[in-house]
C-alpha cells in the first residue's frame, strides 16, 4: 500500500515500477476518508486484527499487506461539519484508522508513522546523530536571547534554522523559511517569543545529499555556483550533481542513526567543509530523491520497489 497525497511525483515513480513488476499495489489518501475510502476490521481471540481497506479501485485484505510506504498523506477532510464535529471527526479517523495501518501484521513500514514522528524533532536529529560518532556543528536551542548572544559570541558567525517546517503564509501564500545567516546584532528580545535553533556556520564547499534505502546508499555530491548559498533548496538552477561513493566515515553512523529511530529509509544531509569530515545537518526520514535520479541516474525506485517489493514476509 502507498499512503500519499494526489499530486506525488515521487511516489509516482514507484508505483509506476512495481506495476511494471505486477506488484498489486493499493494507493490512497487520508483526505480520501471517508467519501471514497473506508475500511472495517474485527479482532477476536488472540488471532489480531482482520478487516479491510476498500478504495474506489482496490480491495486489500489487511492480513496480506506485505509493505507500506507512508509517503506524504495530506489531513482528514472533514471541511463539511461544523468545527467542533469536524475536531471530533477527525480525532476518531486518526485513532481509528491510523491505528489500524499503524497495526498491520507482518508489514513492511517505509517508514512507520510513529517513528517518522519521532525522528523529525530537530533536538532529537542532532542528540542521536553526535551518539552514532557524526559530526554535528555548535547548537543552541533556546527563547533566551542573552544565551543566543552568547553563543553567537563564543562560535563566531551563526545561521537561523525552524525547527519545523510547518505551513507558513504571507499574505494568503505559502512560503518557505529558509536557512539564514544571523547578525548578531538581530539577536533582539523577540527571541524569547518562541524556540529558535542557531547553528555555528559551516564554510562548505558542497553539500552531501545520502539516501538510505534498506541495505543501500546512494550519495549525490551538490555544487552551488554560488558559494554563499547556504540554503541549496533555494535556487535549484544554481546546482551541480554527481554521484559519488558515500564517505565511509558516514555509513557506520548513519546506519546506527536509523537502527535508533527503527528506520529503513532516511535522506541524510551533510556539508562538506574545506577540511575535515563532512558535518550532518539533518535526516529526513521521508524525504524526496526522485529529481537526484533524474540528475544522476542513480537506481534509487528500484532499490525502494525492491524493499517493498520484498516486505517482511
Known amino acids: 500500500m502507498v499512503m500519499t497525497e494526489a499530486d506525488d511525483p515521487t511516489a509516482d515513480m514507484v508505483i509506476e515500477e ?30 489480531g486484527w482482520r478487516g ?23 489531513d482528514f477532510d472533514f ?10 471527526a477527525a480525532s476518531q479517523a486518526r485513532f481509528g484508522l491510523g491505528g489500524l495501518l499503524a497495526d498491520l501484521p507482518g508489514c513492511l513500514y517505509v517508514n512507520h508513522p510513529n517513528a517518522i514522528a519521532d525522528a523529525e524533532y530537530k533536538p532529537v536529529q542532532l542528540a542521536a546523530a553526535t551518539a552514532a560518532g557524526l559530526r554535528v556543528p555548535p547548537t543552541i536551542i533556546t527563547n533566551d536571547p542573552a544565551e543566543a548572544r552568547a553563543f553567537a559570541q563564543g562560535v563566531g558567525r551563526i545561521v ?16 518557505s523559511i529558509w536557512v539564514k545567516e544571523v547578525d548578531a546584532a538581530e539577536l533582539d528580545e523577540s527571541i524569547a517569543g518562541s524556540m529558535h535553533l542557531f547553528q555555528a556556520r559551516c564554510d562548505k564547499v558542497a553539500d552531501l545529499r545520502v539516501t538510505v534505502i534498506g541495505d543501500q546508499v546512494f ?7 554560488d558559494p554563499d548559498l547556504l ?13 559519488i561513493e558515500p564517505p565511509v566515515e558516514l555509513v557506520d553512523g548513519m546506519r546506527a542513526y536509523l537502527k535508533r529511530f527503527d528506520l529503513v529509509f ?25 529529481w537526484l535520479e533524474d540528475e544522476t541516474g542513480l537506481p534509487m525506485t528500484a532499490a525502494l520497489a525492491d524493499l517493498l517489493e520484498r516486505g517482511t514476509r
Do not use: M
Open 231 to 243: 540554503d541549496w533548496r533555494y535556487d535549484y538552477d544554481n546546482l551541480s550533481y554527481s554521484a
Open 52 to 74: 479491510w481497506l476498500r478504495t474506489p479501485t482496490r480491495l486489500v485484505d489487511l492480513r496480506a499487506v506485505r509493505s507500506l510506504y507512508f509517503r506524504r498523506p495530506n
Open 18 to 47: 512495481l506495476n511494471e513488476r505486477d506488484v498489486p499495489v493499493a494507493r490512497f489518501d487520508s483526505s480520501d476518508f471517508p467519501a471514497s475510502l473506508s475500511v472495517s476490521a474485527d479482532i477476536n481471540g488472540l488471532r
Open 160 to 175: 537561523y534554522k525552524p525547527l519545523y517546517l510547518g505551513q507558513y503564509d504571507r499574505d494568503g501564500k505559502p512560503v
Open 266 to 290: 532516511g535522506c541524510f544531509d551533510f556539508a562538506v567543509p574545506k577540511e575535515g569530515t563532512p558535518v550532518f545537518l539533518e535526516c529526513n526520514p521521508n524525504g524526496q530523491w526522485g
Open 219 to 225: 550519495c549525490v555530491k551538490i555544487v552551488a555556483k
Open 79 to 88: 471541511s463539511h461539519l461544523e468545527p467542533q464535529a469536524a475536531r471530533f
